[in-house]
């Protein structure tokens, strides 16, 4: 018996991990001479490869800054205490969630526009003036 089993990457390029937080190349570089714990690795290349741990790292920092509004140096203390209290990991990865979160609701909601816009071209009728909430002709008897 085979069980299959998602592949989890352990290293991920730069485009990859601006396609995963959707953040832009320079913004990343920006943000590693600012918060020393993001310092990834590089390949032979010279190409810079992240770790997951990294990329949730780049996540928690994502969201203080601009979901919770703090400043660079208040989102770097804001780590550190975290750090120091041991909650770094738990914070990290609660940030990856939201953000996983958020990401999956706009999708949706998304999906759901398209949806409606296709039941309200459906159910217009001939003349195109019937929408979804007007009522149905009666029925002649």
């Given at each position: ?18 396609s995963?937080?959707?953040?832009k ?61 041991g909650e ?30 296709k039941?309200?071209q459906?159910?217009s ?14 029925p002649?008897?």
């Amino acid at each position: 018996m085979t069980s299959t089993r998602p592949v989890v990457q352990e290293f991920y390029s730069i485009g990859e991990v601006c396609s995963l937080t959707d953040l832009k190349p320079h913004v990343l570089r920006y943000w590693e001479s600012q918060f020393r714990f993001l310092n990834p690795a590089k390949n032979r290349s010279g190409n810079r490869v992240y770790k997951g741990r990294e990329v949730e790292l780049i996540m928690l920092v994502k969201h203080l800054l601009y979901t919770e509004k703090f400043t660079i140096d208040g989102a770097r203390q804001r780590i550190d205490h975290y750090r120091r209290t041991g909650e770094l990991k738990v914070s990290a990865r609660r940030a990856f969630e939201a953000e996983l979160a958020q990401e999956i609701r706009t999708t949706v909601e998304e999906v759901l526009g398209i949806l409606d816009g296709k039941m309200g071209q459906r159910h217009s009728g001939a003349t195109g003036r019937q929408g979804r909430n007007s009522t149905p002709p009666e029925p002649t008897p």
